[in-house]
């Protein structure tokens, strides 16, 4: 079973940054497509980033050229660079992955999300 520990979020002013880490429980990470999610209150969970085995990365259009998101195979952790933070990017955060080395089908596994706050 494969575990995702979210860490990193926390309360900060608009156009600063945050950076999100999930590290995961099993060496199978390296061949695992991940991703971020997030949920504000009220709205459905999106995925803001996702990026395959190889490194390739696709970003939603409302985070593009503001989030980074990257991998560490030797730590088998997923990271998501925050820049230019603004009120409306107030979520739930969401580490997930597919067994897949691409981002395809549904998630196979969820962490327990951490909340990031954008103050204005």
């Known amino acids: 079973q494969v575990q995702l520990v979210e860490s990193g979020g926390g309360l900060v002013q608009a156009g600063g940054s945050l950076r999100l880490s999930c590290a995961a429980s099993?060496?199978?990470?390296?061949?695992?497509?991940m991703g971020w999610y997030r949920q504000a209150p009220g709205k459905q969970r999106e995925l803001v980033a996702s990026?395959?085995?190889?490194?390739?990365?696709n970003y939603a259009d409302s985070v593009k050229g503001r989030f980074t998101i990257s991998r560490d195979n030797n730590k088998s952790t997923v990271y998501l660079q925050m820049n230019s933070l603004k009120s409306e990017d107030t979520a739930v955060y969401y580490c997930?992955?597919?067994?897949?080395?691409?981002?395809?089908?549904?998630?196979?596994?969820w962490g327990k999300g951490t909340l990031v706050t954008v103050s204005s």
């Open positions: 997930a992955a597919v067994r897949s080395s691409f981002w395809e089908g549904g998630v196979d596994y």
């Open positions: 099993r060496t199978i990470f390296s061949s695992n497509a």
């Open positions: 990026i395959t085995s190889g490194g390739e990365t």
